[in-house]
């Protein structure tokens, strides 16, 4: 089976709200898949119909073969899911925690003691298997649930925002670690508005409002999505400059980027008497991933 998850106009709404919009999606075995975009994109909700937890509204999909509508219970047997509230319980020990899922999962117990062993190394977690998950960090928290969602073997694991809330160093050294589960096969659907992040998948599916914007490895989008010359600006008081700039001709659009504006002009042939008529020096730079999103939201915007 070359795709293990497959969506084909996959559609849910809630009363006259569409969450998600005629998704179509598709996943190879052991690449890790980034689905990003903004908060209320509809990322969770695709997730959880994947999952077997919501019912779809119109559309299909197929998860290891399974189709997600009608057999949801065979789905979730064979997949491993992490939420960002991460479901631990508090008051059980690190080893606890493991022990729980292995008996919801009902690995046989001959081979629970390895399971949980082989968890708490992959987790980094050697030396605190007696602590209370109430009192870990929430590094710690993160890597114990990655164990616990694992801990089956699923074929397919679905992380949704694992990484929120966390230190930028915990979220590096988790990425580490959903690397290493790829290389060995297992295949990762995550989603995350953490632009670094998705610099680590293989592919990525951009998505706004519910529909799907763009879906291509990170290269390709840098490479063929962004028409025209992407130049970076340092600007004293750039927020109050945008307006101005933006009315410049050869300008397509103008954004802020921490104390950086980046500015789409027509050409490259247009940034000499860009840089002359602003009396600054703006640099060519390729396109990041978020530059790229912006670019793509401003469109389907412009578009709808």
Excluded: W
Aim: with cysteine.
């Amino acid at each position: 089976m070359e795709h293990v998850v497959t969506t084909d106009n996959l559609t849910k709404m809630f009363g006259s709200f569409t969450a998600v919009d005629k998704l179509t999606l598709k996943i190879k075995q052991g690449e890790v898949f980034g689905f990003l975009g903004p908060n209320g994109s509809g990322k969770s909700t695709a997730i959880r119909m994947l999952c077997g937890i919501l019912e779809p509204t119109s559309g299909s999909g197929t998860v290891l073969g399974y189709d997600i509508a009608k057999q949801s219970e065979e789905i979730k047997s064979k997949i491993g899911y992490m939420s960002q509230k991460y479901s631990l319980y508090d008051d059980l020990t690190v080893y606890e925690n493991l022990e729980f899922y292995s008996g919801m999962y009902s690995i046989p117990y001959s081979v629970r003691k390895k399971r949980i062993a082989e968890m708490i190394g992959m987790s980094l977690l050697e030396g605190r298997e007696n602590e209370l998950a109430a009192g870990l960090s929430g590094g710690f928290k993160q890597r114990l649930a990655l164990g616990c969602a694992l801990i089956s073997h699923p074929q397919i694991l679905f992380l949704d925002e694992p990484t929120s809330g966390i230190s930028p160093t915990s979220r590096r050294m988790f990425f580490k670690i959903i690397q290493r589960l790829a290389n060995e096969g297992v295949t990762v659907m995550v989603t995350t508005h953490f632009m670094d992040e998705a610099e680590r998948c293989n592919n990525i599916a951009f998505i706004s409002e519910g529909s799907l914007i763009a879906n291509d490895t990170p290269d390709n989008l840098r490479n063929s999505v962004i028409k025209g010359c992407l130049v970076e600006l340092e600007y004293p008081d750039a927020m109050s400059k945008i307006q101005e700039i933006e009315k410049i001709p050869y300008v397509r659009e103008c954004t802020i980027h921490g104390s950086l504006l980046h500015i789409l002009l027509d050409s490259e042939s247009s940034l000499e008497p860009f840089n002359k008529l602003i009396n600054a020096e703006a640099k060519k730079i390729k396109p990041s991933l978020e530059d790229i999103f912006i670019y793509l939201s401003r469109m389907k915007k412009k578009a709808g």
